[in-house]
């Protein structure tokens, strides 16, 4: 590089500017690069991690609900891209704006793609299929961004001040702004078309599985969600069904496996007569069930969020395991994913008449999301997750709880974990205040598969009085409640305890998470004012 290019990074109106056009046009160029970057690093690590489309996602969400229904009705399935297309033009403004911010001194410039960048991060990382290594396609935009703008900074001040008064030093100096800028351009645009090569598969793959879902041979469908299932609109709480968006997520992902449908398979084997691999379609060619499912992690402490229900639509796993024909002594079902989790599930659950145990393809009405599993996940009702719920499935090895040891098993969780009777207190919230008179507190409780049959409530450790029951979908299903009590100002302590449809009522002693699930009576402490 020529030296001795007078550069003032102060900015004083004595040191060259670089003229309007080219300070807009760098402006542009690092923004795109970064972007196009970002997008590419996405395709190769997860491509929901794209800083670009997760920026359009959490604008999505962040949307006013009018505004969505009108995006809808008048751009239809296009509405996703004319958003993008939207961000886009939002971002060339910013792009164009920084650079000529910056004609003097290339502070504007950095600052805008870094905050732009983590703009990027922060999308990144509230959105609902987040992985740790999610933090490299933001981190590479803002990596590339920042250095892109420097160079073409330098060169394009440079291109201002030749050394010597010559025309041809300016001119040289010209063509090297511009080549600069031309690979820089060609570059990104190269970068983001390879992003969307890579990264298109499993939403397009999803796309295909979506298009293919109202055909499909549902011999049982879940019963409609009867009225009066939560008091959700009414009082805030928990809703019955938990939206996609919203379920609970746990999983020792780094990268959240791109799993497309078309490669997926199956493979069914060990302690079998016989052997086989299922592909996609053969599953989709199955007969089906549906089913709505209480969720729950055996992680989650009393008090906890890791429970969430959906409506899932799946292959019978009894009746798929009854052909390939189940050895004796095959005592677990050995599942691992795509991305090496493993979990040992009991075969004489799964195999119950009426336990609807299932290799899942479909979750509220869309196939799975890729955080939950896509294309293909088990789910048995009344057990907890870790013993259950492969997400990402691809292996499945009929043998002894001797032989194969599953992930957290290895971990010093149990082997096996039927679900405790549990109950959470919703309202109030805690440490929240409410005014003085009647003050409702609601809930939920499950007890999965057996149903919830009773909940009392109790305040300050007066006497238990019974709270109202909201109607009960089946006893795979958590059951909200909800009761009053009449309240002077002050501190009070609320408690309460479920009872199951088999009369066995929530235990009061308390115990960690690890073996095989937290207990205890949950209490919440509230202010009356
Ligand atoms: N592949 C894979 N599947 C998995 C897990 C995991 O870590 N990896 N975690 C399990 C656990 S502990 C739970 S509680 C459920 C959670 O499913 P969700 O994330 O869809 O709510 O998935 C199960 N399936
Ligand atoms: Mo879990």
Excluded at 179 to 203: K, P, Q
Excluded at 258 to 275: F, K, N, T, Y
């Amino acid at each position: 590089m020529t030296t001795a290019a007078p550069r003032d990074r102060t900015g004083s109106p004595t040191a060259p500017a670089i003229p309007r056009l080219v300070a807009a046009t760098i402006g542009l160029l690092s923004v795109g690069a970064a972007v196009a970057v970002g997008h590419l690093v996405a395709g190769v690590v997860s491509p929901a991690s794209s800083p670009f489309v997760a920026v359009g996602d959490e604008a999505i969400r962040l949307s006013p609900q009018p505004l969505v229904e009108f995006a809808k009705a008048t751009f239809g399935t296009a509405d996703k891209p004319v958003l993008l297309a939207g961000i886009a033009v939002v971002m060339v403004v910013v792009a164009a704006v920084a650079g000529l911010a910056s004609r003097r001194s290339p502070r504007p410039g950095v600052v805008t793609v870094v905050v732009l960048g983590l703009l990027g991060l922060a999308a990144v990382a509230v959105a609902p299929a987040f992985a740790p290594l999610d933090v490299v396609a933001p981190a590479a935009s803002i990596a590339v961004g920042v250095p892109v703008f420097r160079r073409l900074h330098t060169l394009a001040l440079a291109a201002q001040t030749p050394v010597t008064p010559t025309p041809e030093g300016g001119v040289s100096r010209r063509r090297v702004l511009v080549g600069t800028s031309a690979v820089v351009g060609l570059g990104a645009l190269a970068a983001g078309a390879g992003g969307i090569a890579l990264g298109g598969g499993i939403e397009s793959s999803r796309a295909q599985v979506a298009a293919r879902l109202g055909a499909l041979d549902v011999v049982r469908r879940a019963p409609a969600i009867p009225a009066g299932v939560d008091w959700a609109a009414e009082l805030g709480t928990t809703p019955f069904v938990t939206s996609n968006r919203d379920f609970y997520r746990i999983d020792t992902a780094l990268r959240i496996p791109a799993q497309e449908a078309a490669d997926w398979s199956l493979r069914i084997h060990g302690m079998v007569e016989r052997e086989r691999t299922v592909r996609f379609d053969d599953l989709l060619a199955r007969p089906m069930i549906e089913k709505t499912i209480t969720m729950t992690c055996v992680s989650n402490e009393v008090g906890g969020s890791l429970i969430s229900t959906a409506t899932f639509v799946g292959v019978p796993l009894r009746e798929l395991l009854a052909e390939v024909g189940v050895g004796r002594g095959a005592e677990q079902i050995f599942t691992t994913s795509n991305d090496g989790w493993t979990a040992g599930t009991p075969t004489d659950v799964v195999m119950e008449p009426d336990r609807d145990a299932m290799l899942a393809i479909a979750m509220n009405g869309e196939p799975l999301p890729a955080g939950h599993g896509f294309p293909v996940r088990m789910v048995v009702p009344g057990l907890y997750g870790f013993v259950s719920a492969t997400k990402w499935i691809t292996d499945m090895e009929l043998t002894t709880f001797g032989a194969r040891r599953s992930y957290w098993l290895r971990n010093g969780w149990a082997q096996e974990a039927p679900i405790k009777t549990e109950s959470r207190i919703d309202l109030p919230r805690g440490f929240g205040a409410v005014a003085a008179g009647p003050v409702t507190v609601a809930g939920i409780a499950w007890s999965q598969p057996r149903g919830i049959s009773k909940v009392e409530v109790r305040m300050d450790g007066g006497p238990w009085q019974a709270a109202d029951l909201a109607t009960e979908v089946s006893g795979a299903t958590w059951r909200m409640w909800r009761t009053t009590f009449d309240l002077r100002p002050g501190s009070h302590t609320v408690q309460c305890r479920a009872t199951d449809a088999d009369g066995e009522t929530q235990v009061e002693q308390r115990a960690d998470p690890i073996p095989d699930g937290a207990s205890g009576w949950p209490a919440t402490i509230f202010t009356v004012s």
